[in-house]
T-cell receptor, first 114, second 114 residues
Framework: EAGVTQFPSHSVIEKGQTVTLRCDPISGHDNLYWYRRVMGKEIKFLLHFVKESKQDESGMPNNRFLAERTGGTYSTLKVQPAELEDSGVYFC????????????FGSGTRLTVV | GESVGLHLPTLSVQEGDNSIINCAYSNSASDYFIWYKQESGKGPQFIIDIRSNMDKRQGQRVTVLLNKTVKHLSLQIAATQPGDSAVYFCAESGRNNAGNMLTFGGGTRLMVKP
């Protein structure tokens, strides 16, 4: 079984530019989550999709972040315009159902805004 | 690696010794706890979990202890091996959290000396 795949693995962009991160969950997993760890801080929840619907987006820091999951398969997380404080590692995870807490994480995308 | 620049508490142990990694949590409503291992360049990997109706759970070479009175969680690794070197995170989820959102601790870096 293929795991959770994230692309790109690394991205370096200038402040003010736009970046789009992609996550391909494990096939058949309805639940998809985005987390991030910014420098010096713990991993924090951003949002949760159930299929194509946003179940909980309470962790999204501001309206520069937009997440989508068209068709309930892969998801994208767009940051526009990027700011220096957005630098960090963005993780995606998926799980087959809401009761299965032990979900699978991807390897993350390291975003550096310069 | 992903943790460059992140000031994590570090536990250094000799190969073959037992390791104990501790975590404190603050949410008394949390009823599910997980330990994750994160190696450089990878996402968090599930190690072991425990529900609040238990105080101890054992896996292969790992044991998780939960003390709800003082809101403390620990991970014990028996006969630590070089491959155990990684950053370890505890995470919690509450019964009021319908979306399976996890709250992570800050992480502890385990270094195993050969």
């Amino acid at each position: 079984e293929a795991g959770v795949t994230q692309f790109p693995s690394h991205s370096v962009i200038e402040k003010g530019q736009t970046v789009t991160l992609r996550c391909d969950p494990i096939s058949g997993h309805d639940n998809l989550y985005w987390y991030r760890r910014v420098m010096g801080k713990e991993i924090k929840f951003l949002l949760h999709f159930v299929k194509e619907s946003k179940q909980d987006e309470s962790g999204m820091p501001n309206n520069r972040f937009l997440a989508e999951r068209t068709g309930g398969t892969y998801s994208t997380l767009k940051v526009q315009p990027a700011e220096l404080e957005d630098s960090g590692v963005y993780f995606c995870a998926s799980s087959p159902d809401r009761g299965n807490y032990g979900y699978t994480f991807g390897s993350g995308t390291r975003l550096t805004v310069v | 690696g992903e943790s460059v620049g992140l000031h994590l508490p570090t536990l250094s142990v000799q190969e073959g010794d037992n390791s104990i990694i501790n975590c404190a949590y603050s949410n008394s409503a949390s009823d599910y706890f997980i330990w994750y291992k994160q190696e450089s360049g990878k996402g968090p990997q599930f190690i072991i979990d425990i529900r609040s109706n238990m105080d101890k759970r054992q896996g292969q070479r790992v044991t998780v202890l939960l003390n709800k009175t003082v809101k403390h969680l620990s991970l014990q690794i028996a006969a630590t091996q070089p491959g155990d070197s990684a950053v370890y995170f505890c995470a919690e989820s509450g019964r009021n959290n319908a979306g399976n959102m996890l709250t992570f601790g800050g992480g502890t870096r385990l270094m195993v000396k050969p």
